[in-house]
């Protein structure tokens, strides 16, 4: 997760020079546009590498469930960059969808500065998809999201920049509109994931699916009830009642349980789990 963020930061700042060359050939705002995204990325990305460089600290005496929520925090934090790149740059393409201008310099540069972006950017995205994958971690996909986001714009400006090449001049605000948009859209994601981390919100339904049937399948489980799960950066809390026969005697409805709660565990990657255990007396023994 630190190397995702290290590489993050280096990324955006290698294609904030790269763009900020091609705007000052260009004077197109489409490919501002793409430079206000990289510059608020860098922003983003080194808050990024904060919360998680603070997120995988491991509890202490203040923090018993660790800093996790550190990450959602992150999130947040990076849509309001993104929303505020967004006004900024539909306020300047609306300007020159009004007042368009030719753009008759440095498009041959542009062009290759759009497609290098491309693939730093897909370089990347693909160790940033292998942390996912491994971690699950809130901020590294809210930073991954960023960089889907970039390759989409990228591809519009070098679209804009082609069809400005053929005379179609309103092309270039028209796609720096478009841009602007999706960039909010992006943000609202962020935004709402982040939210349900630090409300608390229970894992998806198929995840809490298997938890139930983990304990259902076993012989000595009566049912369960009262099943409340969330998540806090890249641990899962698990806590849940687990109905057993009363006539159990403590050590065996403690093995029992924590057979289960290692079970349980081993669904995800980090997780912690605590199983309650009540006494169920209409039901007999399966056999």
């Known amino acids: 997760m ?30 501002l546009a793409t430079l206000v995204d990289s510059s608020l990325d860098v922003l983003a990305s080194i808050l990024n590498m904060i919360a998680v460089h603070h997120a995988l600290q491991p509890a202490d005496r203040e923090h018993r469930f660790g800093h996790g929520k550190a990450e959602s925090l992150a999130g947040l934090g990076q849509s309001m960059f993104i929303a505020g790149s967004a006004g900024i740059l539909l306020l300047q393409a609306i300007n020159r969808l009004f007042k368009p201008e030719a753009m008759e310099q440095g498009m041959t540069v542009s062009l290759a500065v759009m497609l290098f972006s491309i693939v730093a950017t897909l370089v990347l995205m693909t160790f940033q998809n292998y942390v996912i994958r491994k971690t699950d971690s809130t901020a590294i996909k809210a930073d991954a999201l960023h960089y889907k986001t970039d390759l989409l714009v990228n591809g519009g400006v070098i679209l804009a920049l082609v069809l400005s090449m ?122």
């Open 2 to 31: 630190r190397m995702a963020t290290y590489a993050s930061v280096a990324t955006a700042i290698t294609l904030i020079i790269a763009k900020l060359f091609a705007w000052f050939l260009t004077d197109s705002v489409s490919v």
């Open 166 to 287: 053929n005379g179609w001049y309103l092309s270039d605000p028209i796609i720096a509109i478009a841009i602007a948009l999706f960039i909010l859209h992006s943000a609202w994601g962020i935004v709402k994931e982040s939210i349900d981390l630090l409300m608390d919100h229970e894992l998806p339904d198929e995840e809490r699916e298997k938890i139930s049937a983990l304990i259902l399948n076993h012989p000595q489980a009566r049912g369960l009830h009262d099943l409340r799960t969330r998540r806090s950066g890249t641990t899962v809390f698990v806590q849940l009642h687990l109905e057993l026969d009363e006539r159990l005697t403590l050590r065996e409805a403690h093995e029992i349980a924590d057979k289960l709660e290692h079970q349980i565990a081993d669904l995800f990657d980090d997780a912690e789990v605590i199983i309650h255990e009540d006494p169920i007396t209409h039901l007999p023994l399966k056999s």
